[in-house]
């Protein structure tokens, strides 16, 4: 398998740098070196907007003139990557274990449903990319034992604040909006405001520590 990234011309001042070829187990690594890619591209004040997704950093030039500067130099600053550094915060998530389909997911992997709150609060999750919807989290971490199908008939509707599991991830609904995972927790934590001035409250690269609380969600 190539390990060299695909760099494509996408118009006269946009990129796109594609290491999605690389293989499954290296997941956060790679994704770890796209975000210190991105940093490190930021810090030249050369871009107006760079988009890390799954496996891939989408990178749209202020000037046209520097186009193929970047399109030449962007393998060679792959390969020194690792030493670059990243900007990330770390959050802690309020997480109600109260979620419409917790006693699914125990009786699915024939586990309590402390032993589910416990395998799923118990890991330091990394936002891996924000997608689906606007400030929706994709996030790695998920303990093996905890990896379920997604739900066979998908919900029409999905509360804000649901935190879900989706085969090998789980992630948190920032709106209300259509979704097939499965719900197994709340939290009253605004993921999205498009007034703010940064509007999603996390960025990938971010890592997320779900914190069981008692009582009822406000959402």
């Known amino acids: 398998m190539s390990m060299i990234p695909s760099i494509k011309i996408l118009t006269n001042s946009s990129l796109l740098f594609d290491v999605s070829h690389y293989s499954e187990p290296h997941i956060l690594a790679t994704q770890k070196k796209l975000w210190a890619l991105a940093q490190h591209c930021k810090n030249s004040n050369e871009f107006f907007d760079l988009v890390p997704a799954m496996n891939s950093l989408t990178l749209y030039l202020k000037s046209s003139e520097m186009l193929h500067k970047w ?21 802690q998530i309020n997480t109600y274990y109260q979620g419409e ?26 936002v891996l990319f ?15 034992r ?11 509707s999905v509360p804000k604040g649901a935190i879900a599991i989706g085969a090998d991830q789980t992630g948190i609904y920032p709106e209300d ?28 690269g971010d890592t997320i ?8 969600s406000n959402d």
């Open 71 to 91: 399109h030449n130099t962007l393998a060679k600053l792959w390969e020194e990557v690792d030493d670059y550094p990243f900007d990330s915060q770390h959050h």
């Open 101 to 126: 389909d917790l006693d699914y997911v125990a009786n699915y992997h024939q586990l309590t449903i402390d032993e589910v709150i416990n395998l799923h609060s118990k890991e330091l999750y990394h």
């Open 130 to 144: 924000l997608g689906f919807v606007p400030g929706f989290p994709y996030l790695h971490g998920l303990n093996s």
């Open 146 to 156: 905890l990896f379920t199908p997604r739900r066979d008939n998908p919900r029409v």
């Open 177 to 204: 909006s259509p979704g097939g995972w499965h719900i197994i927790a709340h939290t009253d934590a605004c993921l999205f405001d498009s007034k703010a001035a940064n509007p999603c409250l996390f960025k990938p």
């Open 209 to 216: 520590e779900f914190v069981p609380v008692k009582g009822v």
